[in-house]
């Protein structure tokens, strides 16, 4: 039961046969917190979908500060922006967070937390009937309180540059494009793709997965479970009787091990002698990933 439930997750991981139009930034999405820290294979990587004038989004950050601050370089976040459509002003704030983060990157969560601090200027009914003028009035004085005079300028040109507009429209669409996650395997192409269907805020991932709703913490305590048993898996043997927390921990290394072992075989160092994987490729040099499963090592790592 367990070796065909961990096949079936080498289908989901690795995809089928398929080619994809995606839509690809210029540069990976999402801002890195604490700005300047290195996320190596080691670090345990949440991701956080935020809004910021969604109030959930505002209660969820306190929390997830004080873990990142607590468990220093052995976690980091990468925040990603999503403005709802339904919540006025979403999308110009989230525009004003890209104009900063343009600048400095240490300016971005300063802001963030500006917005987070005074939703009021920004979400409700009160705030239907402003212009768009008005609001970015309200954007640039708050700015400027939060971040420093010289900030006036920088957040007042930034929304006439093209620029900063662009760059919050590839961020939403790459966040709400629901495209499965996908192995594109071929002789010549190896790429790992991850456009996920995230529709609403906050919503997080840790280490590649989504925590359910009714796991998102709302405390501290709440993120030291889920980080903890990561940072201590144990092995276990029925993975029926394991909580979620635990089927992350061992669901994350597992992808880890299989998709290790299928860079290998599609390596220049493998394929020059590799006869028999280059057999089952169809004339554009594609591999069904139902023959990938069934390769002696993808079935060892599985079954370890």
């Known amino acids: 039961m367990i070796r065909a439930f961990f096949l079936f997750l080498v289908f989901f991981i690795i995809g089928t046969q398929v080619h994809a139009q995606l839509i690809s930034p210029s540069k990976p999405d999402g801002f890195v917190y604490p700005p300047g820290r290195r996320v190596d294979p080691d670090t345990i990587l ?60 240490n300016a971005t969560f300063s802001l963030l937390e500006g917005f987070f601090k005074h939703q009021a200027m920004f979400y409700g009914a009160q705030t239907q009937l402003l212009t768009r003028p008005e609001v970015v009035g309200r954007i640039v004085k708050l700015g400027t309180a939060t971040l420093g005079n ?7 040109s930034g929304f006439n540059d093209t620029k900063s507009e662009r760059a919050t429209r590839v961020s939403f669409k790459v966040q709400v494009q629901a495209k499965k996650q996908m192995y594109l395997i071929g002789s010549n192409i190896e790429r790992h793709s991850t456009s996920r269907g995230v529709y609403g805020t906050p919503t ?38 394991i909580s979620y927390l635990r089927r992350l921990a061992l669901v994350s290394d597992l992808s880890s091990r299989i998709v ?4 290998y075989y599609f390596s220049d160092e493998n394929l020059v002698s590799d006869d028999y994987l280059k057999s089952l490729m169809d004339d554009q040099g594609w591999v069904d990933v139902f023959f990938i499963a069934e390769f002696r090592r993808v079935n060892q790592s599985v079954d370890r």
């Open 260 to 263: 290790s072992q299928i860079e």
């Open 150 to 156: 010289s900030y006036r300028h920088v957040l007042k």
């Open 46 to 105: 949440i991701e956080a979908f935020y809004d910021p004038v969604c109030p959930y989004s505002r209660d969820s950050w306190p929390p997830l500060k004080q873990a990142l601050k607590h468990y220093g370089s052995r976690v980091s976040l990468l925040l990603h922006l999503l403005p709802l459509p339904y919540h006025d002003n979403a999308y110009v704030t989230s525009r004003a967070l890209h104009i900063a983060n343009t600048h400095n990157a």
């Open 204 to 241: 997080f991932y840790v280490n590649g997965f989504k925590l359910p709703d009714a796991d998102t913490p709302s405390e501290l305590g709440g993120w030291k479970k889920i980080i903890d048993s990561l940072i201590h898996p144990q092995k276990v043997q029925d993975f029926s009787d």
